[in-house]
């Protein structure tokens, strides 16, 4: 009989993952890449679902960066129905169930009923603060920092005004803790432009499972594994 993992002992409050390895799910079973990107999108439910069954906060998804405006179009146009798709189907249900959607990154670039829908599923989700997923989409760290700069520049702000303090709370992030814990699938460990200022004192995870088979179990183990690591923040511990 299987025995259901323990419930961690340390949550992080905020988890952010880069969801990788979907093309590649998709090549060893002989399907297109978009079946790869589907079936990555079905599993964003059992992890939110995991999260917040653990006590986690925040959830941080890199579900389309800045740079994959270059891969093939047909590919593009198949992730951007992809999110308009999740969006239709969860967003009722994640509002039952008290979970809070944020959208990080330009919205500029999206279509005019993409832009809606976003707009809509955030506003209605506002209130909910059971968990906050976040995801990020036509998100880049650099394009972040590079749009919070400016839009303090716009406001009137000088040299002074560019503080630690003031460009966080002009990021998309804002208002919401840095990621504890950053998660990556697919066995690689760049973080690929992903919550570059935000990450500068994360803890990482790394496993070889590609993103559509990413289980709830692997998410405690990462957890797990965070609960063990020991936090400086640049100072010491009594043991260092």
């Known amino acids: 009989m299987m025995v259901e993992p323990a419930a961690p002992a340390i949550v992080p409050q905020h988890i952010a993952i880069i969801m990788d390895g979907n093309g590649r799910w998709a090549r060893q079973r002989g399907l297109p890449r978009l079946a790869g990107h589907r079936a990555g999108t079905e ?12 006590g986690v906060r925040y959830l941080t998804l890199y579900a389309f960066s800045t740079e994959n405006w270059s891969r093939p179009s047909a590919e593009v ?19 039952r169930e008290g979970v809070q959607l944020r959208h990080l990154g330009r919205l500029d670039d999206l279509s005019a ?3 809606t829908k976003i ?3 955030v506003s209605q989700t506002r209130e909910n603060v059971r968990l906050t997923l976040a995801v ?9 920092i590079i749009d919070a700069a400016r839009a303090i520049v716009a406001a009137g702000g000088g040299v002074e005004a560019l503080t630690e303090q003031n460009i966080a709370a002009h990021l998309t992030t804002r208002g919401m803790p840095d990621p504890d814990l950053i998660v990556r699938t697919s066995g690689e460990w760049r973080l690929s432009n992903f919550l ?5 004192y994360s803890e990482y995870w790394t496993t070889p499972t590609f993103w559509p088979d990413f289980t709830p179990d692997l998410l405690r183990q990462a957890i797990h594994a965070y ?4 936090r400086r923040f640049g100072g010491l511990t009594e043991e260092s």
């Not at 599993?43 to 653990?54: D, G, P, Q, S, Y």
């Open 43 to 54: 599993n964003i439910r059992r992890i939110v679902t995991e999260c917040a069954t653990v």
């Open 227 to 230: 609960g063990h690591r020991q």
């Open 196 to 200: 570059i200022w935000q990450a500068a």
């Open 119 to 121: 707009h809509t599923a």
């Open 136 to 144: 990020a989409f036509n998100y880049g760290g650099r394009a972040d």
């Open 113 to 115: 009923p993409l832009r």
């Open 77 to 95: 146009q198949g992730l951007l129905a992809i999110l308009g798709e999740f969006i239709d189907r969860e967003t009722e249900s994640l509002h």
